[in-house]
């Protein structure tokens, strides 16, 4: 029921009495009293148009269980004892001064400063609970020595009333005769006294004296909207985005992906965008990376753009980035580099993930390279191709030259282990073949792999290694080409065949 609904409620309890009725001093002092403060402006509205006692014994009935009933009353109660018997000066009473309503509205600050004469600002002796319910008091509020007390409320409490971490409220005696009167704060006061009252009000239903009694009926609650999709803020990134994805890319930028399980046993998913020496795209032609990627469904799921600088490796260009999918499927990931808002390379690629479990086992795919180096330190953990100080750069154009060295890396996940050595006992054999003949061989061999965690035992081994092209007794003539690999795990007796396409030029 809304104020307005509420405020007739209660008047009809007026209309009823009598235009000569009025409240007793009694009833009257109780609305003048330290519950002023704890009122709405519709409340305290309604307070004011009540002619009975009658009337304001349902008003009180209703304010409270509006509250949380008698817990509720007890607490305030046990507050407006102790700002009496501690705030009291002259003829007024602690409940209603200015300390009075900061207790009232706020409760007990988490700590009290004070500063008084010339001893500077101190910090007040620790509070000392006394019997009560949900209120703490303490004597640090009191200090009659100090010229003036501050209030701190910090921490979560302080979020939820003020807004802010940490907010102060400064009492001041003037006259050094206990008469704290607040110095005007630096933040909204009335705001803030608002939304306390407004928080305590735990049953907004209830309306009139019938309602007491009524169980709370439970709320329906409010869908929340639905979150915006992520989204590029750049637009002219965004427009280069949604054209890449109908085919209409920017320059010749290339993408490539692995999927990988990280010494920890969490499964991630490295994306490059390669740009290839033959692009003419300079080092320094970028300044920011932007991606999207898209489920099956066409649904955006993940997506931003933040400051990049490509890396040069042997001539091309690289940039990449580990991205995380909610589950297995097939998927559109598009990246993109700009400079100045203004896209320089963009390119678009239908990738298909299927997450691997921590104890799966088994391999990556194979990956061709030109260049793996190490790192002058060791990366963290699911950094996009990288695995403590090895650096894995992909030949996502997969264009090699005679002068190359044909590297290859492949993870193996939790092989069987030799009881032995506690090491993985592997073989491995590779082929080239160009047109379906194999041109170069060599035979299943014992196979030299190291454990991606540093440590020996279960988990993720590293199998890489090179062929060097200048080296071979036939140099490989230009051409299409197939590297063809098996690997044995001796222990387990499962083998696994990978294969991946290269080119020779020049």
Sequence with gaps: MNTRNLFAAVALFALAAGASAALSPEKAKWGDGPVQFLMTKEEAAQ?????????????????????GGANAKADQEARWKYADEKFSIGNTKGSVSDRGRALVLFGVPSKVLRAGGDSGI????PRQATAGRDTTISDAMVDPSAVQQIWVYEGDAAQKIFGLPKVEIRFIDARNKGD??????????GAAAQKAVAAMIVRPDIVTIADVNKPQQPVAPVAAPPPAPPAVKTAAYAAAIDAAKGGKGVGSGMIASAEFVSPSGDY?????????????????????????????????????????????????????????????GKYTVTIGLGKAGAPVVVASNALDFNPIGKDASGTSKLILSD????????????????????KIVPKVDA?????????????????????ATNLPKLQMGIELLSKGQTVSRLPLSEAAVGPLSGKPGPGHYALSD?????????PLPAGDYTMKMKIVDTVTKQSYSLEQSFKITG
Aim: net charge negative; charged share 25%.
């Design 180 to 189: 704290f009167k607040m110095d005007p704060p630096r933040f909204d006061f």
């Design 399 to 419: 264009v090699f030259t005679n002068k190359d060295d044909l590297n290859y890396f492949v993870e193996i996940n939790n092989p069987g282990i030799d009881t």
């Design 47 to 67: 307070w004011k148009t009540l002619q009975t006692d009658a009337d304001a014994d349902a008003f009180a009935t209703v304010f409270w269980a509006r509250r």
């Design 122 to 125: 101190k910090q007040a002796p």
């Design 268 to 328: 991630y998913a490295p994306v490059m965008l390669f740009v290839p020496r033959s692009s003419g795209v300079a080092a320094d032609a970028a300044d920011t990376l932007f991606w999207a990627v898209d489920d099956a469904a066409g649904k955006r799921i993940m997506a931003g753009e933040e400051p990049a600088k490509l890396t040069a490796s042997h001539g091309d260009l690289f940039i990449d980035r580990t991205m995380t999918v909610p589950a297995a």
């Design 371 to 390: 260049n793996i180096y190490e790192l002058t330190e060791a990366a963290p953990e699911k950094a996009p191709f990288a695995f403590g100080k090895l």
């Design 466 to 474: 090179a062929i060097p092209l200048s080296k071979m007794s036939k």
